[in-house]
Each structure stands twice: as C-alpha cells, then as structure tokens.
C-alpha cells in the first residue's frame, strides 16, 4: 500500500453502481487506492448476498440493520452503530437485510491473513 495524503471525500460526488443480489439490490460508492478499497454501500430491503465472500473487511453500520451469516451457521445481527472485522480467508460471510441498510465497508491488502494471532 502506499502513502495516501490528506483528502476528504464527498460521497454526494461518488458514482452509485448497482449490484444485484440473490434477492434484491445494492448500490455502491466506491473510491480506490493502491492497496485499499472504501465504499458506502446500501443494501434495500429484501437484499441477500449471491455469494459466500472470504475476502477481509471492516464493515461498520451507518443506519438500518443487517444479518452477517457465516457458512458455519453463525448468524451475527448488526445495527446502526455497530461495526465487524475479519481478515481474508478467515471465514466464508453473506449479508442480508430485510429492512435496508446502509454500511461503510473498508477492504485491502492490511486485512491479508498473513499474520499469526496479532492482537491490537
């Protein structure tokens, strides 16, 4: 990853793309760096994920509600305020939401599991 200066970022600015799901729809904002992704995403009521995502995220919840599954069966329940952390390939994640929400979702190259058991 390298240095990324000073900026802020007007997400009003940023283009929405849509992405469907299994059932329903996401927009995304998207803005990319070298080695480092930063969306505002909004998943509509009735979204659930096509797919079981391994790849590492911080994922924080701005407003609404969400489910994060883990093929496992775990079922973790986030609202607005609440946020998840998970490094590459340590699980295998879908969201839904039956009421909307809208996420900040961070992702890059610092979430490589290339690690062992670094602790903040």
């Known amino acids: 990853m390298t240095s990324i200066p000073f900026q ?8 929405k793309t849509e992405h469907k ?3 329903g729809i996401s927009y995304w904002q998207t803005v990319q760096f070298n ?5 505002l995403v909004e998943y509509l009521s009735g979204y659930m994920a096509d797919h079981w995502c391994q790849k590492g995220h911080i994922v924080h919840c701005i ?8 093929e496992s069966g775990e ?3 986030l609202t607005a305020g609440m946020t998840y952390i998970v ?3 340590l699980s295998s994640h879908k969201s839904k939401s039956e009421n909307g929400v809208k996420l900040l979702i961070i992702d ?3 979430l490589r599991n290339n690690l ?5």
Do not use: A, P, Y
């Open 63 to 70: 407003d609404g509600d969400f489910t994060s599954e883990l």
């Open 35 to 39: 080695g480092l992704r930063i969306r």
């Open 75 to 77: 079922r973790f329940f």
């Open 21 to 23: 799901g299994e059932t």
């Open 8 to 15: 802020s970022i007007d997400w009003k600015t940023i283009e």
């Open 116 to 120: 062992r058991n670094q602790s903040l």
């Open 87 to 89: 490094s590459d390939k």
């Open 108 to 110: 890059g190259d610092f």
